[in-house]
């Protein structure tokens, strides 16, 4: 898969960095990298920029004003443009060094920028820099993986959608169509990676406005965002509160960097009002977190603040329900102790759930969803994402008071044809 990494000499050693990270990738065939440094072959400076970019899948951009003024840059903006806005590349944005980066006609394209806070690279330390580049290089490594994740997910939410609503629901038949080309494509043998990554990009992004599309003839909102998470806690009386609160502390802190994506919370959510919950908020991640108990109760409250339990069986009727809304959302999380068995149950019907098998100590479950969302918010698939939280589990290797060792308790479900 080509990458154009695209810089301004000053900005050579950091980009240089970023190559060393993604130097086993390179030696594997797996990404082909060109750079300014390509340029200068003695062709003219559009040609030089037209094989630059010929079966380009992805553009980074060290953004810094010494970019903005380079020859070659001015020439490939208004082409990355086009190309992006027809979704035929990928585009990074990397904020290297302060500019006047918002009075850019690129600044204006969708998309979110790196580092994803106020913070430019260059005002990082030299640790944070390279963390920074660490895990943006993991994030170009697992790119191509990470879409065919997204086209298989994205298939099997047509096929689910074709059950409820049938063949004849407009444009699902076109939508269906790209997933048959994209697989004779690759059954070819003779479409390069990039041209397979460019295909799956403007795919992924043509089923995400068809998915808005359906919500909004559902009468739902068109608005929400794919990546909305909905999170439900409850807290009995008589129960500590300390997860809830250090697990949302901990979101927070990821969401920061990610400001586009919403999140709804609602909290000390009663048992009976659940579905009513789900029903007004409907979001691609349901994230549940209560405590769970041995005997297969989800704790939630009742209107005193007093437990009411759920069971999966119960759960199970919940979700039916908005199954036959289409509303169902794409991931369940349920972040508590003695939840597997909820999460297999509603695999049933929820394309992807997690649950967690025994008891599981509160540092653990909060390191859990950390990871997941740092993962998944940076654009890696929800089976990525669940086993870096389990590898960061594996890592912590913690005990809680009754020894039980932390290793692998989170569990990942499918949905069941």
């Known amino acids: 898969m080509k990458i154009c990494l695209f810089y301004a000499p000053e900005d050579r050693p950091i980009a240089h960095v970023l190559l060393a990270l993604l130097e086993s990738e390179i030696r594997a065939s797996n990404i082909i990298i060109v750079s300014p440094e390509h340029l200068n072959t003695g062709m003219s400076l559009h040609e030089e920029t037209e094989k630059l970019l010929s079966d380009c899948a992805v553009f980074v951009l060290f953004v810094s004003a010494q970019v903005f003024a380079h020859p070659a840059y001015q020439m490939i903006e208004p082409i990355l443009i086009d190309r992006f806005k027809s979704n035929r590349i990928c585009y990074f944005p990397i904020k290297v060094r302060h500019c006047l980066w918002e009075a850019s006609e690129i600044s204006k394209l969708d ?24 895990s943006f290089s993991g994030i170009l490594s697992s790119l191509y993986d990470s879409y065919k994740e997204h086209v298989r997910d994205g298939k099997m939410s047509i096929e689910r959608t074709m059950e409820q ?42 089923l995400n406005h068809f998915f808005v599309k359906i919500r909004k003839t559902q009468g739902g ?20 509160a300390a997860l809830f609160e250090r697990e949302l502390k901990q979101i927070d802190n990821v969401l920061e960097s990610y400001r586009e994506t919403k999140i709804v919370k609602r909290s000390q959510v009663e048992a009976f009002e659940l579905l009513k919950e789900l029903t007004l908020h409907p979001s691609k991640i349901v994230h549940i977190a209560v405590h769970g108990s041995r005997d297969g109760y989800l704790m939630f409250v009742d209107d005193a603040d007093n437990m009411d339990g759920i069971t999966a069986d119960r759960l199970y009727r919940v979700f039916e329900q908005l199954k036959s809304k289409g509303l169902l959302p794409e991931l369940l999380l349920i972040n508590a102790c003695h939840s597997k068995g909820h999460a297999e149950k509603l695999a049933e019907l929820v394309p992807y759930t997690i649950g967690m098998n025994g008891s599981i100590p509160v540092t653990a479950a909060v390191k859990f969803a950390e990871i997941f969302y740092l993962n998944y918010l940076a654009g890696a698939s929800i089976l990525f994402s669940f086993e870096e939280g389990v590898l960061a589990l594996k890592k912590l290797n913690l005990d809680d008071v009754r020894d039980q060792k932390v290793h692998e308790m989170p569990h990942f479900f499918n949905h069941k044809k």
Do not use: C
Not at 114 to 134: A, G, T
Not at 183 to 202: H, N, P
Not at 226 to 233: A, K, P, S, T, V
């Open 165 to 206: 609503f049938g063949t004849e629901y407009q444009g699902i038949e076109q939508v269906k169509k790209q997933f048959e080309t994209f697989e004779k494509m690759v059954e070819s043998g003779t479409y390069s990676r990039s041209s397979l990554f460019i295909y799956m990009y403007a795919l992924i992004k043509d």
């Open 111 to 134: 998309e979110p920028v790196h580092p994803n806070n106020s913070i430019w690279f260059s005002e990082y330390s030299n640790q944070d820099q390279q963390d920074f580049l660490k």
């Open 221 to 240: 909102n068109p608005d929400i965002d794919l990546q909305d998470i909905l999170y439900l806690y409850a807290n009995p009386i008589g129960k500590a």
